[in-house]
């Protein structure tokens, strides 16, 4: 069974970082793709980036271009976002998932399986 469990979230001011991490079990993390979700409050989940399943492309949604960094670890079956220069709008739940193949999509719902996630909140 799949299992995806976050970590790294927590509070902080605005222009601050965070990295979260997710940890994976359950499947062969090396053959797919994954990518962070977030969700605020009274807004849809969002896509937030995304990697290939070999770290070769990855994906970012424009707000957070130049500001964040998806990576993974094949060895340690860890996907992670790196946050810098965090504002008060990333504040959300962020998610990992993951796809449906070694290619990542810009769909959620090719992204079945999700893990419950871990707060960011971006506040002074």
């Known amino acids: 069974q799949d299992r995806l469990v976050e970590s790294g979230g927590g509070l902080v001011q605005p222009g601050g970082s965070l990295r979260l991490s997710c940890a994976a079990s359950?499947?062969?993390?090396?053959?797919?793709?994954m990518g962070w979700f977030r969700r605020a409050p009274g807004k849809a989940s969002e896509l937030v980036a995304a990697?290939?399943?070999?770290?070769?492309?990855?994906y970012y949604t424009d707000s957070v271009k130049r500001r964040f960094t998806i990576a993974r670890d094949n060895d340690l079956n860890t996907l992670y976002l790196e946050m810098k220069d965090l504002k008060p709008e990333d504040t959300a739940l962020y998610s990992c998932?993951?796809?449906?193949?070694?290619?990542?999509?810009?769909?959620?719902?090719?992204?079945?399986?999700w893990g419950q996630g871990t707060q960011v909140t971006v506040t002074s």
């Open positions: 990697i290939t399943s070999n770290a070769d492309n990855s």
């Open positions: 359950g499947f062969n993390f090396d053959l797919y793709s």
């Open positions: 998932a993951k796809g449906q193949g070694t290619l990542f999509s810009l769909a959620p719902h090719s992204y079945p399986d």
